[in-house]
C-alpha cells in the first residue's frame, strides 16, 4: 500500500474530506461561478493555447480561492490549477509528489461561456501521479461525485444530502452510446479515427469531461474517448469510472492512467465494452496503436 493512501483509510476521514472539498465547491460556484454565468462580458473573456481553448474571470478567481482554502488542508501544500499550469510550460516536472490537489475551478469553459448547461468543478487528490480521491461538483444540477481509491464511488444530491453509490451496469450493451473526441491525436492518424468513430457509434457532445464522467458512471452513456489526457480533466474520469466499476486505459497500450501520461484515453462500463470500443476505432492493424508520445 502507498504510505499516503493510509490518508484516506478512516472512514471519519472520508467524511471530513467529502465534507470541506463539497461545502468550498457549493461555496465558490454560489459566489463566484453561478454569478458571472451568462452575465460575463466580452473583457471577461480570453484565449489560452488556440483559439477555441477559453478562460474567464470566473476560471481565475474561482482557481484562486480554491486553491487558498486546499492549501495547507491534510498538511498538503501542493496545488496544480488548470489555469495557473498554462502559464508554467514546464509544470510536469512537478507532478511526482507525494501528495498534490489538482484542480479545474470550470470544467467545460467553453459550454459556461456560452451559457450552455454541461459543466462543472473538479478537485482531485493525487498520490506520487496515481489519484487516491476526486471530486465533482455540478452546480446547475446540485449534485456531488466522488470516488476514494478503492472505496468507491458515490452521488450526494445536495438539496437532500441524499448519498447513492455509483455502479456501473456490467451487462454488455449492443448500443455503444459516448462521447468521443480526436482532439490532440496526430493529423495523420486523426481523421481514420474520427470516421471510425461516427460509423461506429453514436456520439453525444458533451464538452465536459465531468459531466461525461457522471453520464458514465450513471449508465447514461457507454464510453469516453478523448484524444489527449491532461491531470486536472482525467483524474476524475480515471478514479470515479474505476470506483463504479468500469474500466480505464490508456488507447494505443493499455497501460494505466497517471497525471504524466501522454495520448488517448478510453473508459468503458466494463472491459469487453473497452475492448470492442478500442478495437473498432483503432483496429489492431493501425499504425496508430505503434505510436509513441
Not at 37 to 64: G, P, Q, R
Not at 179 to 198: A, F, H, V, W
Request: glycine share 6%; proline share 3%; aromatic share 10%.
Amino acid at each position: 500500500m502507498n504510505m499516503n493512501d493510509i490518508l484516506i483509510q478512516n472512514k471519519k476521514t472520508r467524511n471530513e474530506i467529502v465534507n470541506y472539498i463539497m461545502n468550498l465547491l457549493i461555496k465558490v460556484n454560489k459566489s463566484i461561478i453561478l454569478y458571472y454565468y451568462k452575465n460575463l462580458k466580452c473583457e471577461h473573456i480570453n484565449t489560452k493555447s488556440s483559439n477555441d481553448d477559453f478562460v474567464c474571470i470566473a476560471d481565475k478567481k474561482s482557481e484562486e480561492i480554491i486553491s487558498e482554502h486546499l492549501r495547507g488542508f491534510l498538511d498538503v501544500n501542493d496545488i496544480l490549477g488548470e489555469e495557473t499550469a498554462f502559464l508554467n510550460e514546464q509544470y510536469d516536472k512537478y507532478l511526482d509528489k507525494s501528495l498534490l490537489w489538482v484542480v479545474d475551478p470550470i470544467d467545460g469553459t467553453k459550454n459556461y461561456i456560452n451559457g450552455k448547461k454541461n459543466f462543472c468543478s473538479m478537485i482531485s487528490l493525487v498520490s506520487y501521479m496515481v489519484p487516491i480521491a476526486t471530486f465533482i461538483y455540478d452546480p446547475l444540477k446540485n449534485i456531488f461525485v466522488y470516488a476514494f481509491k478503492n472505496f468507491g464511488a458515490y452521488l450526494v444530491e445536495a438539496n437532500t444530502n441524499t448519498l447513492s453509490k455509483l455502479l456501473i451496469n456490467p451487462h454488455k450493451s449492443l448500443n455503444l452510446i459516448g462521447c468521443g473526441g480526436t482532439k490532440g491525436i496526430p493529423e495523420d492518424y486523426r481523421q481514420s479515427i474520427l470516421n471510425n468513430l461516427k460509423t461506429n457509434t453514436e456520439r453525444l457532445f458533451i464538452g465536459s469531461v465531468g459531466i461525461e464522467t457522471i453520464m458514465l458512471a450513471k449508465n447514461e452513456i457507454k464510453f469516453i474517448f478523448h484524444g489527449r489526457v491532461t491531470p486536472w480533466d482525467h483524474s476524475p474520469m480515471d478514479l470515479i469510472t474505476k470506483e463504479a466499476g468500469g474500466s480505464v486505459y490508456m488507447a494505443t497500450n493499455k497501460e494505466e492512467f497517471n497525471i504524466k501520461s501522454k495520448g488517448s484515453i478510453l473508459a468503458a462500463s466494463n472491459a469487453q465494452i473497452w475492448n470492442n470500443i478500442r478495437d473498432l476505432i483503432i483496429p489492431s492493424d493501425s499504425p496508430y496503436r505503434k505510436y509513441k508520445n
